[in-house]
């Protein structure tokens, strides 16, 4: 009887872990904000984080020091932009590690990101751009945008120089930013 109770209990730990592998579980998500805070140790731009508090890369993005599905920070207030570096949500792309460069895409709604210059796609190719009307930059989702003819592109992108930035300042195409 102890054999087949044993084969029993085999069988039911093995489905369990299966249903994971099965349903997508991500073993990264953390539901407790309590965990997720110990976890992250670095807070907004922290990248330690898994569900039993050992540090480990997040797969998603870290929303207040809790992992969460995804890579958009649309749902993480006070810091809309994910950090490609470290899938951490911040506020400022200067806080990235190598991640200065603001890209903003608006398919369906405004999500932001930050990349390193090399890796900045809103830089060099075709994505779906915000729309702003002429000189209406205030339209613009992110602070380094300028506003182009009828759409938003980020300070740096062809034709950019010297248009001014959501931000305030005028674009340095050169520098790829703002004020600098």
Known sequence: MSARR???????????????????????????????????EGGLDGGKS?????????????????CLPGTACDDCKGAPLFCDETHACVSACASCDGGSVECWTC????SGSCHSERDAYCLRSTYTRCPCDDGG????????????????????????????????????????SCGN
């Open 107 to 110: 398919k369906p709604s405004p």
């Open 137 to 176: 930059v205030a339209q613009c989702p992110g602070q380094s945008q300028v506003c182009t003819s009828d759409r938003c592109e980020t300070c740096g992108y062809w034709g950019t120089g010297g248009k001014t930035c959501k931000s305030g300042p005028a674009c340095s195409s050169s520098s790829k």
């Open 6 to 40: 044993s084969l029993a209990t085999l069988l039911g730990a093995t489905a369990i872990a299966g249903c994971s592998v099965v349903l997508g579980i991500d073993a990264d998500y953390v539901e407790d904000p309590q965990a997720g805070a110990l976890a992250a």
């Open 50 to 66: 898994s569900a039993d508090g050992e540090a480990g890369p997040c797969s998603g993005h870290l929303c207040n020091g809790i």
